[in-house]
Structures are given as C-alpha cells and as structure tokens.
C-alpha cells in the first residue's frame, strides 16, 4: 500500500487543527482573550525585571522582589488606563452635542467658501452629510467597546500574576512531566520563544511609551481635548503594524475638526502627530529592535486580517506575538518546519532553529 505525502498528510492535518481551533477561538473568545493576553503580558514584565537585575542598586534585591515591584506596576498602569478611559467616555459623551455644533458650523463655511449654497441648497447637503450622523450614538457604540473588556482587563491582571509567580518553578514540571530529551527539546523551544518574543514585546512596549508620551506633548500643546486618552490609544495601537499607527492618528485628528470647528489646526494636528509616527517607525523603531520575529509582511497582513476577525482590537495587538509563537513551535518539530518556513520572511533564520530529530 502506497503511503501518502508525509508532508501534504500533515498539512491537511494542520488545516483540520486550524478550522477547530479557530471554533474554539470564536466560541471560547470570553475565557481565552484574557489568557492570552496575561501570557503576552508575562513576556513584558520578564523582560522588565530582568532590566532591573542588571541595574547597579535595584538589582541586588532579590529576584521576587523585582517580580512584586513588576507587578505592582502593571496594576497600578492598567488600573490607570481603565479610569483614563472610563472618565473620558462620560467627558465625550457630554461634548458631543458640541462636537456636532461645530461639525454643522464647519460645513456651513465650507459650503459659503466653495459656492454652493444653492442648488443643491444648504439644508439638503446638510440633511445628506451632518444630518445623517448621530456624533453621540457614534461616540457610545466606539466607547462602549473600550469599556466592555473592563471586566477582562481583571482576568487578566490576576492571570498575569499567577503566571509570574509560577515561572519560576515551569523547569521544574517540564523535567517532571516529560522524558530527558522532549523536556530538554520542549525547555529550547520555550526558550527561543521567551527570547524572540520577550525581546520584541519589551522594545515595542517602549517605543509605543515614547510615542505616546510626544503624541500627548503635540496635542496638549495644541489644547486638543482629552490628549491623555488619545495619547494612549496611540500608544495602543502601535502595536498593530502597518494600520495601526493610521488608526491612532485620525480619532483625534477627526475629532478635533468637532472640537476646533476649523480645518487648518486639525491639519497642523494631523502634520505633526504624523511627523512623531514617521520618525518612530522609520528611525528610532528599526535601531532599537535590532532582532525581527521574521515573519512575512503577506503572513502579517493575513494574521491581522485572522485575529481582527475573531477577536476584534485585543486580536489585532495580539496577533503578531500568536503568530510567532506558532512559527517558532512549528520550527521546532521536523514534520510541521515546512509550514514555519512558509509563514517565515527569511529562510534562513527558521532553518537555524532547526532542532535534530530526538
């Protein structure tokens, strides 16, 4: 009997895998959501408190102490972020009214401006454009996605803590679980997964710290409402590559045309928070992550499109981080490497990962 393709075998294998579970995904969204997240957290407060062990003072304390001190950070950050959220959506949701004031007068002006306050006349292009938005339902329904996963954003802090506080003794059940040789294949994987992904988290995470930090100077400097917040989405959605940094741009920009009722201060706006992103990401960005998750930009476009679709927002930062840990996994096993050599950018990274047949 003629056995078939070992490799086309395994790849519809993969596909039947893939297809239960993106069910499970879909279906499991409330309870898995915020695991991921707190796996994807952990990898950044390891990385914090291994940068403070280096550290001449604060790195002789002993190593639980920097994990508590890590921790108590994070809290305090995303506890931080979810009363900055909160308090700005009962802020928007009373200036609306205003915003769509001034979205009227705006295009009053620019209809007096272009000529055509006639035929079509001003209450008809008003009823066809300003007249068909509802700036404060619109308002509620965005917000209302942000304020939804506070009760996540809970799962997650508490996962994020059992899962600090237990790495430290996953060596252990690795050797206790497995033979010598998968335990020690399983112990490289994982360790080329912390490295790659920790290292790129970290980077990333302070990267989006210092664009959200210029991002909140140019819009406090202009009075631009609410830049904390707005700097913080920025700061969010520049872990979502390519989109994201258009995404966190143009809330605020197209906001302030509400606040402003004028176009030329959302076009300075508009100039200079685009100057901060271009200067990021093609400056300080390629400098300071020196080492890429190798991963290709068509697998990147295709893992953004996947994660957004089953997860929304929270899907689509945490897609590239999920899918480099399926790239690395799938390296690491002879019969699955095709499929990491497939999703990878450089092929001769992924077959430098390549572990000998146990």
Known sequence: ?????????TLVLSLALVIMVGWLLVNGKGLLLPIFTA????????SCVTLLDRQPLIGRLPVWSLRLIVLMV???????IMLVVSITVDQLLTVAPTYQENLEGLLARLTTFFGVRTDPTWAEIRAATIGQIDLRGLLAYLLASLTSIGGSIFLVVVYAAFLFGERASFGAKLDAAFPRTQATQTREMIQNINARIGEYLAVKTLINIILGLASFVIMWAMDVDFALFWAVMIGLMN???YVGSLIGVAFPVVLSLAQFGAVWPSFLLAAMLTSAQTFVGNVLEPRMIGRQLNLSPFVVLVALSLWTT????PGAILAIPMTSMITI???GFPDTRF???????KVEETQGTEEQPV
């Open 329 to 331: 996994i799938c390296a």
């Open 339 to 345: 499929i990491a050599i497939l999703l990878a950018e």
């Open 310 to 313: 089953l997860w929304g927002i």
């Open 39 to 46: 796996i994807i957290s952990v990898y950044i407060l390891n």
């Open 74 to 80: 994070f809290t305090a950050c995303i506890i931080g």
């Open 239 to 241: 872990y979502i590559p």
């Open 1 to 9: 009997m003629k056995l078939p393709n070992t490799r086309l075998f």
